[in-house]
């Protein structure tokens, strides 16, 4: 069953890019523990959503945008659900872009800019490999890079490990201000990412069901003759493994912030956390998070391209080549680079964006996937439906709050 996975754990990348690490980095540092919580239940609620979306790409051998272009029969409704799912994803790619730039100038001293060129330009090579090699060639490399990302991220907390009486205290929901449902929806946009969700109905396409094809019975073949049904236990088990690493090294994150940052000036931005790491836990721990963060840049902004060429092909059903598309979504964050806005705060409000964007894909993704005449046999259950339900009805309250403290300027 080991060869059937792959496509989680290339998705689950876009779990640890680094608009997770501002989010909960700036979580640990500024509020201690007080959101551990968030990451726990974004986490859960990710395992659930990540597990549909590679349903459906293997059951009908389609994407979630492919899907959608053709049950929106209406040319501008079409264009308008493609254009907020290409501003979600852009927003991703600032995130991605930025967090590469800044741990190119952390380890090589690499001007913002060029690093900005340089993490977009690796993107497209990797892109470049996964068209030409294939998915599992893509899935090699970009695995490689979550290990990396894993190492970087997570040693700190064995060197300076938290309290654990605070931890625990962290599992009990609650908010403190607004700055901490502004960064509850930062946290829970930069889990549940619209853009994996996408990008992973997309993957266990490419992998599993290269030609679209009708809803299968649990005796069905795919090539190789593996059934579908015993797909999906592996994809279970490739979402679960994918989901705990990331989830793992999220909440490392937070609580090496929380456990060593708070109080220390300037640790609300990548590169003061840094320096307050390197001066408190030694040179060797700040490398190492300097290379993680680069590894997650160049991983997260491989997969956020992918999914972005995803959603126009799907939903406009054109293809724009890949050096022109990569350009043009390189440019918001080479702008916001130039113009020396902060990349840190960036970061944080656009995996804001990525918050109001899920609702945009999870609705769809419980609707289809609880239908017989898109998945037949393998249709929800209707447990399952209530839960994907009840996440979508959960951040989109969130998101409502968000808006009402913002505009009230609470």
């Known amino acids: 069953m080991a060869w059937l996975l792959g496509p989680a754990l290339v998705a689950g990348v876009a779990y640890l890019d680094p608009g997770n690490v501002a989010a909960n980095m700036t979580a640990g540092a500024r509020y201690g523990y007080l959101l551990v919580w968030v990451v726990v239940l974004g986490n859960t609620m990710a395992w659930l959503i990540q597990y549909l979306s590679a349903k459906l790409g293997v059951v009908t051998g389609q994407s979630l945008p492919e899907l959608l272009g053709r049950r929106i029969r209406n040319r501008w409704g079409r264009r308008a659900y493609w254009l907020q799912a290409e501003l979600v994803a852009m927003a991703t790619d600032v ?26 330009a690796v993107s497209l090579a990797l892109l470049v490999l996964q068209s030409t ?63 994996a969700i996408y990008a992973h109905s997309a993957l266990a396409r490419d992998r599993f069901s290269p030609q679209p094809m009708a809803p299968l019975g649990d005796g069905s073949l ?42 220390v000036p300037g640790t609300d931005s990548l590169e003061g956390a840094h320096a307050a790491i390197a001066q408190g836990l030694g040179a060797v721990i700040a490398t190492l998070f300097a290379v993680g963060l680069l590894a997650s840049g160049l991983a997260s902004t491989s997969v956020g391209a992918y999914a972005g ?8 059903r054109v293809r724009v080549p890949l050096i022109a598309r990569r350009l043009f979504t390189l440019l918001p964050a080479l702008v916001i680079l130039a113009i020396g806005f902060d990349p840190t705060l960036a970061l944080v409000l656009s995996q804001v964006v990525l918050s109001f964007g899920i609702p945009f894909a999870l609705v769809p993704l419980v609707w289809l996937t609880a239908q017989r005449r898109t998945l037949g046999d393998h249709r929800n259950r209707i447990w ?24 009230t300027g609470a």
Request: proline share 4%; net charge neutral.
């Open 95 to 120: 995130a991605e872009v930025l967090g590469g730039a800044v741990a190119l100038n952390l380890l090589f001293g690499v001007p913002l800019v060029w690093g900005g060129l340089i993490t977009g």
């Open 309 to 316: 060429a995803e959603i126009m092909h799907g939903l406009l």
């Open 222 to 263: 795919r090539e190789g003759g593996v059934s579908v049904s015993r797909i999906l236990r592996a994809t279970k088990w490739d979402v679960t493994i994918a989901l705990f690493v990331a989830g793992s090294v999220n909440l490392a994150i937070l609580l090496l912030a929380a456990a060593n940052l708070p109080g």
């Open 133 to 195: 090699r294939g998915a599992k060639t893509f899935e090699f490399v970009i695995i490689g890079l979550l290990v990396i990302i894993a190492v970087g991220f997570a040693v700190g907390v064995f060197v300076a490990p938290p309290d654990g009486g605070s931890v625990l205290s962290g599992l009990v929901p609650r908010f403190e201000d607004a700055g901490s449902v502004l960064l509850t929806a930062s946290i829970l946009g930069a889990t549940v990412m619209p853009h």
């Open 384 to 407: 399952t439906t209530i839960a994907g339900s009840a996440a979508a009805a959960f951040l989109i309250a969130l998101n409502s709050i968000l808006l009402w403290l913002v505009a």
